[in-house]
């Protein structure tokens, strides 16, 4: 007994020596930065200087898949959730409870989240969520969540309220994920139309709030174990979305960062339910059984 007493000592011992590879290389930050209706055939003509300063630094794709509809909250579902649209069961745009029954809930009777698979191996880390759209606080798993925030929206789609609120997020609690969502451009797709001078507007605008993001992990003294993931639930065409082109179906994913290879454009193939995978393995965490996502190995170095 005493023997078995022993060798159980020696090796937490030995775990607190020799830290896993992805706690001593990954990262000690995750921030997801979500863009509504951000489409991957806005790129060529988009002004947006900081994604690409993101992307020349680290790993990129424009042909990121969405789920099927090519709407919002089923999107965001496969984001956090790990799974395809008949897995998680949201199927319309502004889904708040499943259509069809989740095929797997946690003990909080949601679909298991990155939230929810974090918070059960990591109780203590500080996760948030903040976002424009009330419709992300049904798909994120709350109660995994040590603050979720919804900031309206100003007039003309003045989204510097909720970025003031992710900044100031950020520099308080240093958190260990961090989930902010913008609803445009999305907004002006459906007012104005996609691949509009009005849609580029916005892009540049959304640019520089992500430039505001990344400076406050600088003042926050976290920038350099900070991953950043930014990327969209869907694209559009004309005034919609929810379709079959690729216009619709085909976003963004740009990720980079401590753990993150510069392997600049991925050659492999990527669903929206890969990010939460992705991110689970950036952070050491185990995943479920019920995720199909597979974390992007060529991103990781794995
Ligand atoms: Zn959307």
Redesign the pocket.
Known sequence: MRLVEKIVVSLAVVAMMFPSVAEARGPKHVIFIGL??WGSYSMPEADMPNVKSLMDAGAWTLRKRSVLPS???I??ASVFMGVGTEGHGYTQ?GSRTPEIPSIAVSEHGIFPTIFTVVRSQRPDAELGALYE?DGIAYLVDTLALSRHIQVEEGPDNDSQPLTDAAVEYIRDKTPLITAIIY?NP?HVGHSVGHDTPAYYDVLAYLDGQIGQIIEATRQAGIYEKTVFIVS???GGIGTG?GGKTLSEMETPLVMAGPGIKNVGELKSAIMQFDIAPTIAALLGIRTPQVWTGRPIGEALGR
Do not use: E, L, M, R
Request: aromatic share 20%.
């Open positions: 509504d209706g709407s919002s909250a999107n965001w745009w759209w609803d999305d969209a639930d869907h979305h």
